[in-house]
Nanobody, 124 residues
């Protein structure tokens, strides 16, 4: 299972970016049943959870991005999104989309499938 993330790039502080994550062919028919999330990993730091959206659209955010980031999903397009606004240099990281296994996964202890990262760089 290979999720396809895109939309990263270089942006000035205060700017916005929208990340997208397309579901692979293997889960196209069941995408709507998966809890989905975004994580990030900055250079030299551990991976951290950013935002999650459940199959029934329950949404949660890390405190560090609350009020600035917005996660959404389009089940018709089999795509997960992350709209990032008011970006800060500390948001610089590789961002990874994630689809949760229905068995024993939580945002703090993710079990499931990962996409390749898309790099977001925020300049000051």
């Amino acid at each position: 299972v290979q999720l396809q993330a895109s939309g990263g790039g270089l942006v000035q502080a205060g700017g916005s970016l929208r990340l997208s994550c397309k579901a692979p062919r293997s889960i196209l028919s069941t995408f709507n049943t998966y809890d989905m999330g975004w994580y990030r990993q900055a250079p030299g730091k551990q991976r951290e959870w950013v935002a999650g959206i459940s199959s029934d659209y329950e949404i949660n955010y890390a405190d560090s991005v609350k009020g600035r980031f917005s996660i959404s999903r389009d089940n018709g397009k089999k795509t997960l999104y992350l709209l990032m606004s008011s970006l800060k240099p500390e948001d610089t990281a590789a961002y990874y989309c994630f689809s949760a296994s229905p068995y024993g996964s939580s945002w703090s202890t993710p079990v499931g499938s990962w996409g390749q990262g898309t790099l977001v760089t925020v300049s000051s």
